[in-house]
């Protein structure tokens, strides 16, 4: 009876969820990508090897770039290679267990036709900036992620003219990954297979200790994957060990990317991705602090005149989706989390919050400490109990701007990944998340303006882009809207409307003023504690396989029930 109900299920879910079909991107430009994997040690480190990395012997990322108008190669899959490796790998991700793989009997065929709208190894778009380089964003992935995970944001940047890096992380964060040997390390025939280690989100001190081993080995990746942009701009020769992308699409790189001025680089990343940003851009910025510099076990230390640490400067652009805040508090980390982000730095060319765009789901803005440890991080001073407004008056006297915070009603902690597209039903039924492509179109949006308001050139939001609400003010129809081009706004102003006049629907500003204080008095313990003691609640969001566990067992007894 069990065998029975779960094939018709699964036929009605195959029929319900056709093979998903990404939207085509919104900017004017064609998007190209190419993957890449260079041995490390062709690449030179600003740190020792951390623990348990010596057996990584390469970096891999995927490149998304504007292509040329002419571009007609071939979409690439979805699934990276090898196909049915990492198809075994998302059953046990998502926590389809026997009986949900048998009634989602469709998930192969769902996600192995599912293709990018990208062009494998096109021609790269000449630069249409004035200084004829494109900016340059490198974007961490969260947990259960890879290369291709983002693949709708990273593309939908790339077509409005943002090159992409997206690393594939090989601390045990990744979906799976695979390893390839360098040629001059003939250790082992084929690739290692790095498998995606569970981590508890019962917090521990052994949890804190295990996520922190996993940042060391991701701000290292980071600061090689910077290593080899700037080889690449170079023409720096690299053993590319991908041999699916061709030479000439590495070589037309030459001259081409913007990430050798000072704080060109834009860094970006989603949950796990945007709290390994944090303490990449911390760690670095913040080198020569005494108290960083007197870390116990620190995540990471640049060496001093390393290129890294001449390119995060107080100016550097940041970009936190969902940022997971349980990995920066632990208490060895403690320096880091006491200092604020490179933005808000006492100096006089400091942007302030004007250079930092987060964006939450719904789920995490309900998950009310998690908000307040949040608000602390993205103020000017995270010891500050509460977030006041003299915060942003530095000493010197400079005030700054509060960050462009602000949340997706009605969306999950996967909605602002490729999962939403790909598995809505899923995402609907256990998330209560509606319409992901709204979520990453909000998302787009606000992208694009955090980008354009900090000088970094960006093509129009598209008409379509807007759907959701372009008006500036609900009340005054005649109050500007930006300025217009013939299919679409060059200055959206609306996504970053604070007046409380919700301008853009599904779309909600954060007042990040007033919060910090999570009822500390009440409970008699700080915000930090009670996001320890939330965290295991809230970990089905970021582990999936948690919830669905649940549901597996509920469709277990309701069979029992009907035999």
């Known amino acids: 009876m069990e065998s029975t109900t779960a094939s018709k299920l699964g036929s009605y879910l195959s029929r319900l969820s056709p093979v998903p079909a990404f939207p085509q991107y919104t900017g004017p430009y064609k998007v190209g990508t190419i993957d890449i994997e260079i041995p490390v040690s062709e690449l030179e480190s600003p740190v020792p090897v951390p623990e348990g990395a010596n057996d990584i012997d390469t970096v891999q990322f995927r490149m998304f770039y504007p292509a040329d108008p002419t571009s007609t190669e071939k979409r690439i899959s979805w699934l990276p290679n090898p196909q049915r490796q990492h198809l075994s790998a998302y059953t046990k991700f998502l926590g389809i267990g026997p009986m949900l793989a048998e009634f989602l009997s469709f998930l192969p065929r769902h996600l192995h036709y599912t293709s990018i709208p990208v062009h494998k190894n096109a021609k790269l778009h000449e630069a249409t900036t004035e200084d004829k380089r494109w900016p340059t964003m490198i974007f961490s992935h969260g947990l259960g992620g890879g290369r291709n995970s983002y693949s709708y944001i990273a593309g939908s940047l790339a077509s409005h003219g943002i090159v992409v890096l997206c690393p594939e992380h090989r601390d045990g964060s990744a979906v799976a990954t695979f390893v390839r040997t360098p040629e001059d390390r003939a250790r082992m025939a084929g690739r290692q297979f790095i498998p995606y280690n569970k981590i508890s989100h019962d917090v521990t001190p052994e949890v804190y200790v295990a996520r922190e081993a996993q940042l060391r080995i991701r701000c290292w990746e980071m600061a090689l994957i910077h290593q080899a942009l700037l080889a690449l701009d170079r023409g720096t020769p690299l053993n590319n060990l991908n041999r699916s992308t061709s030479l000439a699409s590495i070589d037309q790189l030459v001259g081409q990317l ?306």
């Open 258 to 563: 913007k990430v050798h001025e000072p704080g060109s680089i834009i860094f970006a990343g989603h949950s796990f991705g945007a709290a390994t940003t944090t303490q990449f851009l911390k760690s670095t910025y913040y080198a020569n602090r005494p108290e960083v510099a007197a870390m116990e076990n620190p995540l990471f230390a640049p060496a001093e005149g390393s290129d890294i640490r001449e390119q995060i400067t107080e100016r550097t652009v940041t970009l936190l989706l969902d940022m997971w805040c349980m990995p920066l508090m632990a208490p060895n980390s403690a320096p880091l989390f006491n200092l604020a982000l490179p933005a808000y730095a006492d100096v006089s060319t400091a942007p302030g919050g004007k250079a930092i765009l987060a964006v939450e789901s719904e789920s995490f803005f309900k998950w009310k400490e998690h908000l307040h440890v949040k608000a602390q991080l993205l103020s000017p001073d995270p010891t500050a109990k509460v977030v006041t407004p003299d915060l942003y008056e530095r000493p010197s006297g400079i005030k700054l701007s509060e960050p462009n915070f602000f949340y997706v009603m009605n969306s999950a902690h996967l909605s602002q990944s490729d999962f939403g597209v790909l598995f809505p039903w899923l995402t609907k039924k256990i998330f209560s998340a509606e319409q992901p492509e709204r979520a990453l179109r909000l998302n787009l949006r606000a992208q694009l303006q955090i980008l354009r308001v900090n000088g970094v050139p960006v093509a129009r939001t598209h008409d379509s882009d807007l759907v959701d609400g372009n008006q500036f003010d609900k009340l005054d129809a005649k109050k500007s809207r930006g300025d217009q081009c013939k299919d679409g706004i060059m200055d959206d102003q609306a996504i970053f409307d604070r007046s409380g006049s919700n301008p853009v629907e599904y779309w909600r500003w954060i007042d990040i003023v007033g919060l910090g204080d999570s009822d500390e008095k009440k409970t008699g313990k700080t915000a930090v504690e009670q996001v320890e003691e939330g965290e295991q609640e809230m970990g089905s969001s970021l582990d999936p396989s948690e919830d669905m566990t649940v549901v597996a067992a509920s469709h277990r007894a309701t069979s029992a029930v009907a035999a």
